[in-house]
């Protein structure tokens, strides 16, 4: 993707998704501290996390954040230590610390720019999997969203339903939590979702184009075997 041919707002609305996905703010002034962190998957999210997120930090704040390996866990980390970053976080909205405090997606994220908004939550926090059919083979599309925020959750259906879709969202009790659980299936679905929505991680858009080549995806394969795969299956 050229994420040079986006507008700031685009591009900042893309990236308030991703941070309400698998991002924190954490403030102290006490300590100084004024730490923004996104987190993924170091094996199957690893180029998303170390290549594109922090060339969209950089092109929306100039500055260019850290990257980590989380030591003795399967975790990547993005690390932005900025004051003014934080402080423009919180002008819009965004909670410092626990996302349930979230009371409304901030105001910024309407018309033309859901679209960039759910994208960003998607390749953060939404999962693409394959239903198995009758005969055992992965061929279903299913796209879901789980979160503990009811705001967030409603926000996301009812957006996604004026884009045509038709998203189930259920209330479930998990280990003491409230969960909501957002789905939605099918194949026309899924080829609505990338004309509409589309992904920019390469997790889920391997996951795509294996469906679009092969009509099925193996289940439990990393990004990077996918790629490998896709390799031997030119498109075209």
Request: charged share 25%; net charge positive.
């Amino acid at each position: 993707m050229d994420m040079r041919s986006l507008t700031k707002n685009q591009l900042l609305a893309y990236e308030t998704g991703l941070h309400l996905g698998d991002g924190c703010l954490y403030i102290n002034p006490a300590h100084r501290t004024y730490r923004y962190e996104l987190s993924g998957d170091s094996v199957n999210d690893y180029e998303f996390y170390s290549q594109i997120v922090p060339r969209l930090l950089e092109l929306l704040y100039k500055r260019t954040p850290k990257v980590y390996l989380k030591r003795g866990e399967r975790t990547v980390l993005v690390v932005l230590n900025s004051k003014e970053v934080a402080a423009s976080k919180l002008a819009l909205g965004l909670p410092a610390g626990n996302k349930l405090k979230l009371e409304r997606v901030p105001a910024l994220i309407e018309a033309d720019l859901v679209s960039h908004f759910i994208r960003g939550l998607a390749d953060s926090d939404f999962s693409v999997t394959f239903k198995r059919n009758r005969a055992g083979k992965p061929c279903e599309p299913r796209i879901e969203f789980f979160t503990n925020n009811e705001v967030l959750a409603q926000f996301v259906q009812r957006k996604l339903k004026l884009f045509g879709f038709r998203p189930s969202l259920e209330r479930a009790e998990r280990r003491g939590f409230t969960e909501y659980r957002l789905r939605m299936y099918g194949v026309g679905m899924l080829r609505d979702w990338m004309h509409k929505i589309g992904f920019w991680n390469p997790k889920h858009m391997s996951k795509v184009e294996v469906f679009e080549r092969l009509g099925w995806c193996p289940a439990g394969w990393t990004t990077a075997q996918r790629k490998s795969l896709l390799t031997l299956f030119p498109s075209g």
